[in-house]
């Protein structure tokens, strides 16, 4: 059973507000990342972190910006969210090392719609 | 990260094996081979890796062609629970994060 915890699991917000979605993970993973997917649709990196005060941008271009401040903890913000916005944010972990053969443990994902 | 390419879709009848295929003909010789899976509204999960040799898990099983060009996930008995997205993946051999491409939707019939 993955530690990695995601908050809120459902959110509905009108156009124009910041929101921050909370991911924790208690597993002392260095290495964290958030996806966005639509429904039906592909995994998209969107931003990860190799420990505390190094975050990266991933594949696919976001608005939201991300921080890690403490190990165990890896929000992401959005400053005004809009419709386009609206997604599944999936945040992961691992622990350090070479991808080729350390897992990745996700959490179970925010359903995030902008009116 | 190495191509792979796998179906779309597949379609399983409860209780029967399922063999789930990647081909993977750019591979290195120092890439891992990952599955995962996603079941629906969660997020994805691990379910093996391996190098050259067969891997077998509480979960799946992994078959691993002799030259490395193609992988094949076993489900030994399918249940409705295994309904989900398969996905392969070869990470690149550096330090980035895994990249989940369309992987294979397997259905599974009662």
């Known amino acids: 059973e993955a530690d990695i915890y995601q908050t809120p699991r459902y959110l509905v917000i009108g156009t124009g507000k910041k929101i921050t979605l909370e991911c924790s993970q208690t597993?002392?993973?260095?290495?964290m990342y958030w996806y966005q997917q639509d429904p039906g649709m592909e995994l998209h990196l969107i931003h990860y972190?190799?420990?505390?005060?190094?975050?990266e941008k991933g594949d696919l271009s976001s608005e939201s910006t991300v921080s890690r401040i403490r190990t165990e903890h890896f929000p992401l913000t959005l400053e005004s969210a809009r419709p386009s916005h609206t997604s599944q944010y999936l945040c992961?972990?691992?622990?350090?090392?070479?991808?080729?053969?350390?897992?990745?443990?996700f959490g179970p994902g925010t359903r995030l719609t902008v009116l | 990260d190495a191509k792979t390419t796998q179906p779309n879709s597949m379609e399983s009848n409860e209780e029967e094996p399922v063999h789930l295929p990647c081909n993977h003909s750019?591979?290195?010789?120092?890439?891992?081979i990952h599955w995962y899976r996603q079941l629906p509204s969660q997020g994805p999960e691990y379910v093996i890796h391996?190098?050259?040799s067969n891997v077998n898990n509480r979960m799946a099983s992994l078959a691993i062609a002799e030259d490395r060009k193609s992988s094949t996930l076993i489900l030994h008995r399918a249940t409705l629970r295994d309904a989900a997205v398969y996905y392969c993946?070869?990470?690149?051999?550096?330090?980035?994060?895994?990249?989940f491409g369309k992987g294979t939707r397997l259905s599974v019939i009662a």
């Open positions: 992961a972990s691992s622990k350090f090392g070479l991808d080729s053969y350390n897992e990745q443990f």
């Open positions: 597993m002392g993973h260095d290495k």
């Open positions: 972190s190799y420990g505390v005060n190094s975050t």
């Open positions: 750019t591979i290195s010789g120092t890439d891992y």
């Open positions: 391996g190098l050259t």
């Open positions: 993946i070869l990470p690149n051999s550096g330090n980035t994060p895994l990249v």
